[in-house]
C-alpha cells in the first residue's frame, strides 16, 4: 500500500542514467499485469538516451502545435506547447513505450494493466514516471514508427518517461470513493 499511496507523476529528474537492467526489471514487472484470456498483447520499446527523447519531445511538440486540430486534446493544451520552457518528455533520461501488439477488445487495455504494474515497480525502487499521453498521436504515425524500428501493427498505448526524481510531489489528494452498492 505504500508504494500504491506514494506513486506520483515526476516531472523533474537528477542526471543520473537508468541502466538497462533497472529498464528490463520493470518490464519484468509489467508482464506480470493481468490481460484478457492470457493473451498479453502487449510489447516494449525502451530509450535510454536523454538528449534523443529530448529531441523527439521538441519533434513532437512542434507537430502538435501544426497538427492540435487533428488531435483529441484540441486548443486547451496550445498554451502549455507554445511555452518555449515546456519539455514534453521532462528531460527524463528514459522512455518506456508500451505498445498493444493486437486489435482485440481488450489489448489496449491490458496494456494500461501493464504500464501500471511498470510504474509502480518502478516507485518501488525510488525511480519516478510520468504517462505522457500527449506524445501518443505523433508516435503511432506511421512515419514515426518506421523512424523509431516500432512495427506497424503495434498501438503505442502507454509513453512513460523514466528516471530519478529531484523530489517527490506532494499528493493533490484523492476525492472519496463514489460506491454504488447493487443489490
Given at each position: 500500500?505504500?508504494?500504491?499511496?506514494?506513486?506520483?507523476?515526476?516531472?523533474?529528474?537528477?542526471?543520473?542514467?537508468?541502466?538497462?537492467?533497472?529498464?528490463?526489471?520493470?518490464?519484468?514487472?509489467?508482464?506480470?499485469?493481468?490481460?484478457?484470456?492470457?493473451?498479453?498483447?502487449?510489447?516494449?520499446?525502451?530509450?535510454?538516451?536523454r538528449a534523443k527523447i529530448h529531441s523527439y519531445g521538441r519533434?513532437?511538440?512542434?507537430?502538435?502545435?501544426?497538427?492540435?486540430?487533428?488531435?483529441?486534446?484540441?486548443?486547451?493544451?496550445?498554451?502549455t506547447l507554445e511555452d518555449p520552457q515546456y519539455a514534453l518528455?521532462?528531460?527524463?533520461p528514459a522512455l518506456l513505450l508500451i505498445l498493444a501488439k493486437?486489435?482485440?477488445?481488450?489489448?489496449?487495455?491490458?496494456?494500461?494493466?501493464?504500464?501500471?504494474?511498470?510504474?509502480?515497480?518502478?516507485?518501488?525502487?525510488?525511480?519516478?514516471?510520468?504517462?505522457?499521453?500527449?506524445?501518443?498521436?505523433?508516435?503511432?504515425?506511421?512515419?514515426?514508427?518506421?523512424?523509431?524500428?516500432?512495427?506497424?501493427?503495434?498501438?503505442?498505448?502507454?509513453?512513460?518517461?523514466?528516471?530519478?526524481?529531484?523530489?517527490?510531489?506532494?499528493?493533490?489528494?484523492?476525492?472519496?470513493?463514489?460506491?454504488?452498492?447493487?443489490?
Open positions: 500500500m505504500d508504494v500504491i499511496a506514494g506513486r506520483r507523476a515526476v516531472r523533474e529528474f537528477t542526471g543520473a542514467a537508468v541502466q538497462h537492467p533497472t529498464a528490463e526489471r520493470l518490464v519484468q514487472a509489467a508482464i506480470l499485469a493481468p490481460s484478457a484470456m492470457n493473451l498479453q498483447p502487449w510489447a516494449f520499446a525502451v530509450l535510454l538516451d519533434r513532437i511538440k512542434s507537430w502538435l502545435l501544426e497538427n492540435i486540430a487533428q488531435t483529441a486534446f484540441g486548443a486547451r493544451i496550445r498554451s518528455f521532462h528531460h527524463a493486437s486489435s482485440e477488445a481488450q489489448a489496449r487495455e491490458d496494456c494500461c494493466l501493464a504500464a501500471q504494474n511498470l510504474m509502480l515497480a518502478a516507485r518501488n525502487e525510488g525511480l519516478g514516471t510520468c504517462w505522457i499521453g500527449l506524445s501518443r498521436p505523433w508516435l503511432n504515425l506511421p512515419s514515426s514508427k518506421r523512424e523509431l524500428g516500432l512495427p506497424e501493427s503495434c498501438h503505442v498505448v502507454a509513453p512513460i518517461v523514466l528516471g530519478y526524481p529531484t523530489s517527490w510531489p506532494e499528493s493533490h489528494g484523492r476525492n472519496p470513493a463514489e460506491i454504488h452498492w447493487l443489490t
